[in-house]
């Protein structure tokens, strides 16, 4: 430690006790030293003199030895004073391991404690009673009635099943007039939480496997057998190359192939759709769903619907909108979309069942919502291969064993169901703690009047004074405060 005297009292006076100097502390932070007790007493050895007061067997405690320690690793103090020339009486520039030391030692030996500090201001005020309220207008309006805080919730666990009804009749050179059912424009028959419904079609009737012109196109056109190669394998061809070169038609020579003859031409897709008449089908949508977390069930089909009203009901937003029987045109209308447009080419629709369930109310009341929307690609700027399309076929073999097949290059409308909601009950662990970060968001308040108090008012050096008080604990053998009293 550094034992600083201070200039002699004038004669007469008594002398002013010494001060301690921390080589932490700014200048002009010195502490006294207390005065040796009446009658003499013996003082405790130190590396620059005795303090008076205390005897040399004294144990200094933890704190004390603590202290003792600091002097030991924080040599050079007194021994920088000793080196500066006499009557030097500019304050000392203490080194960089003093500055170090001293801030270990403002590590180990200062804590802080909040003061409470009383500003009566009516802009302070003000600014703190707004932020609270705007703390408690969202704690209340938004945690607890909007976004429901106080309930505990879970996720719902959802089957689906459908079914689609509806007669179509075509009439065409290829086919002439035909009746198309379920069986027909339904493919797979099951598939899961999804149905796909046929609405055009490019038909490819009678082929026989065996050896046929390709397709014209840039790698099939020829005119003469060298331009073919024989076993040569397209990605886009429709079968292997014999190395024949033969007429397609009266103008144009294409590469032999051995494939299923006649090849398919699928450049032209009929307009407008095959199966137009779809947009009149229905689908029947059942769907059953589980709360796991509070064993609660229940299904679309509503305790309130009987048979009778099933038959001749049809799902409508507005008259009927627990009915579970949707027409087709009328989803594809809802999403926005153009039906006739659509069957040409297909496409992919979402059908929506948003099960939200508050389960602190009556369970009549928790009741499917159901919307739609278009999922595959409608932006105008990108047109390459739009729609839904795949291709199969129907085999066939003649009394003389031959194998036929008609091939089908099916474009149509996938149906998704898309199931999601969650269920709420009340719950008084969410509730305590949603309302313990309620409570501690009114801290919040206190910072930023601190912040405005501090730092933007005018008197922010005079507040900043009443709220910071340092105290030195008598451990040190300090006995006097220093920065503000009051």
Known sequence: MNLISLPQAAQGEPAAPPRFRSPHLGCGQGRRLPEAPAGGGEGRQSGAGTIPGTSPNTSPGAAGALSGLLEALCPGGAAAAAARPAGDSRPPSPPAAMVSCGALHSFLFEYDTPRIVLIRSRKVGLINRGVQLAILAYVIGWVFLWEKGYQETDSVVSSVTMKVKGVALTNTSALGARIWDVADYVIPPQAENAVFVVTNAILTLNQRQGYCPDLPDDTTECKVNKDCVPGYVDIHSSGIQTGECVAYNNT????EVFAWCPVEDDNVVPRPALLQEAENFTILVKNNIYYPKFNFSKRN?????NSSYLKKCIYDSQTDPFCPIFRLGQIVKAAGQNFEEMAVKGGVM???INWDCNLDRSASLCVPEYSFRRLDNTNPAHTVSLGYNFRF???YKDPNGTES?????AYGIRFDVIVF????KFDVIPTM???????ALFGVATVLCDIFVLYCMKKRYYYREKKYKYVE???LGLIETYGTNS
């Open 252 to 255: 144009i020579k294409t590469c």
């Open 301 to 305: 089909i509503l305790p309130s619907i």
């Open 350 to 352: 979402a059908l929506q």
């Open 393 to 395: 076929a129907k085999y």
């Open 405 to 409: 097949r008609t091939l089908i290059k």
């Open 421 to 424: 909601g969650k269920a709420g």
């Open 433 to 439: 703690v949603n309302i313990g970060s309620g409570l």
């Open 473 to 475: 604990d008598d451990e």
